[in-house]
């Protein structure tokens, strides 16, 4: 049977077993769900090894299990590693959910539910497609492994140990990540670059504990106010970040470059109209969409201290805290960021009030060879199954475990993406286009041929 028949007959049950896997909740964040993460993983196993895939194993690492299999049906044919995460990132504010965040549901032709984009639809778009050529034609035009990880939404902090711990299990000529996202609607992409990040966590302190704000008001310190004021002093107006020695290393961008992000298609207006806002911020010298790709950035991800509860209180608060994450550009290193942002906050701390700043994970800027024949096997590939011109895109994201991939592998990666812009990853009301994931699935089944063919 013809592949594209075989998956025309099993749309249906594709997105079933999408639906099962979405409905396990395995958010990495929440210490709550390690069981449910776990079932995710062996979840995925048993899937592997029913598509064909004998060699399924769950296998433990320092924290969330690895699923890893492989196919070696083609000796001499090049060896793909697939990589991709089962982990999902948090669902709060819940309210704002249409329907429950694990329980898929479809309206309007798009799959909803926390994973469906980020990064559940795409992973099983992958191993579909896999089940299909191996349903269809009884084998793989390659060979090919597959490594899912439970921790990427948490920075990936067991994978580099684990990538070291089993070099033969991750030995691969290429690397096929299907986890970021499409320039616009209906417009196949491949990510061509990623952002770094070092994620932080601010804690001020000032009195011994909380103070009566009409007795000590105008005399005691405030820990909000001193945070406030040091997340204030670290970025000028809306824009440049003024933390000293944080933009040392950023490469310049070259006219090439420049000319490249331009050649993305970018509407500003239906932008603004989909995020709500009215205006965009950041460094006026630097387009909206080099600002979110090609340039670092300093992020408030979540602020806390005083009273939250119902009604007044009036109440000096001793403590205040922050998360913060910087995204990271070519050739800054996440060390030398985080040394510089901590020690913006130990100088600028006011008498009065003392800082903590705890560093948590952290990953290297990637660029990719968008000229590379795998590259090059993925353009076909998406132009034949979309029918639309393909996008080269540097993303703003991050996927911390592809720049070790690249150092200590050594081998091309091509990160074909299926994200539309309106998926809504990591936000209320998750979701992918039904007809997204069916033609992801073609466009996939074509480029391991095409990939074959290239030798
Ligand atoms: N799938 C995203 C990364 C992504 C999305 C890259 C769209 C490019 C375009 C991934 O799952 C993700 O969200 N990564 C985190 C990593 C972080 C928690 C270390 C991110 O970028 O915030
Ligand atoms: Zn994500």
């Given at each position: 049977m013809n592949v594209f028949s075989y998956l025309d007959a099993h749309e249906e049950q594709h997105?079933?077993?999408?639906?099962?896997?979405?409905?396990i909740p395995s958010i990495s964040a929440l210490s709550e769900h390690r069981a449910d993460v776990r079932r995710a993983a062996q979840w995925l196993r048993d899937y592997l090894e029913r598509i064909g895939f004998a060699s399924a194993e769950v296998l433990p690492t320092q924290g969330n299990p690895v699923v890893w299999a492989e196919w070696t049906g083609r000796p001499g044919a090049p060896t793909a590693l697939i990589y991709g995460h089962y982990d999902v990132q948090p669902v709060d504010p819940l309210e704002l959910w249409t329907s429950p965040p694990f329980a898929p549901a479809v309206r309007n032709g798009r799959l909803y539910a926390r994973g469906a984009a980020d990064d559940k639809g795409q992973v099983m778009a992958q191993l579909q497609a896999l089940a299909a050529l191996l349903a269809a034609e009884g084998s793989l035009p390659v060979n090919v492994k597959v490594l899912l990880e439970g921790e990427e939404e948490i920075g990936s902090p067991s994978l580099e140990p684990f990538i070291r711990e089993h070099p033969r299990r991750v030995e691969a000529d290429l690397i096929v990540?299907?986890?970021?996202?499409?320039?616009d609607h209906g417009v196949p992409t491949i990510c061509c670059g990623l952002r770094g990040i070092v994620d932080m966590e601010v804690h001020v302190r000032t009195a011994a504990t909380d103070l009566h704000s009409g007795l000590y008001g105008g005399a005691a310190p405030n820990a909000i106010h001193v945070l406030a004021q040091?997340?204030?002093?670290?970025?000028?107006?809306?824009?440049?970040?003024?933390?000293?020695?944080?933009?040392?290393?950023?490469?310049?961008?070259?006219?090439e470059?420049?000319?490249?992000?331009?050649?993305?298609?970018?509407?500003?207006?239906?932008?603004?109209?989909?995020?709500?806002?009215?205006a965009l911020v950041g460094e006026p010298e630097y387009?909206?969409?080099?600002?979110?790709?090609?340039?670092?950035?300093?992020?408030?991800?979540?602020?806390?201290?005083?009273?939250?509860?119902?009604?007044p209180k009036t109440v000096i608060p001793n403590e205040a805290h922050a998360k913060i994450t910087c995204r990271l550009v070519p050739d800054q290193e996440p060390e030398a960021v985080a040394q510089a942002v901590v020690h913006y906050f130990q100088t600028n701390c006011p008498p009065g009030a003392s800082v903590r700043v705890d560093v948590g994970h952290c990953a290297r800027p990637w660029r990719a060879d968008p000229g590379s024949r795998e590259v090059r096997a993925a353009v076909r590939a998406l132009q034949e199954s979309f029918g639309r011109e393909?996008?080269?895109?540097?993303?703003?994201?991050?996927i911390p475990v592809i720049e070790a991939f690249d150092r200590l592998l050594g081998v091309p990666c091509v990160l074909m993406g299926f994200a539309p812009p309106d998926s809504n990853a990591h936000a209320p009301d998750e979701s992918i286009p039904l007809e997204t994931l069916r033609l992801a699935r073609r466009a996939l089944c074509r480029f391991w041929h095409e990939l074959a063919a290239a030798g």
């Open positions: 997105r079933k077993e999408l639906e099962e896997l979405l409905g990540i299907s986890d970021t996202s499409m320039v040091l997340l204030a002093g670290a970025r000028q107006g809306q824009g440049r970040i003024l933390v000293p020695g944080f933009y040392d290393g950023v490469r310049p961008l070259t006219d470059e420049r000319a490249q992000i331009a050649a993305v298609p970018f509407d500003e207006a239906a932008f603004k109209a989909r995020l709500g806002v009215e387009t909206p969409l080099e600002r979110m790709t090609v340039r670092p950035t300093l992020e408030v991800n979540g602020i806390w201290g005083g009273f939250q509860g119902e009604g393909v996008a080269l895109a540097r993303m703003g994201g991050s």
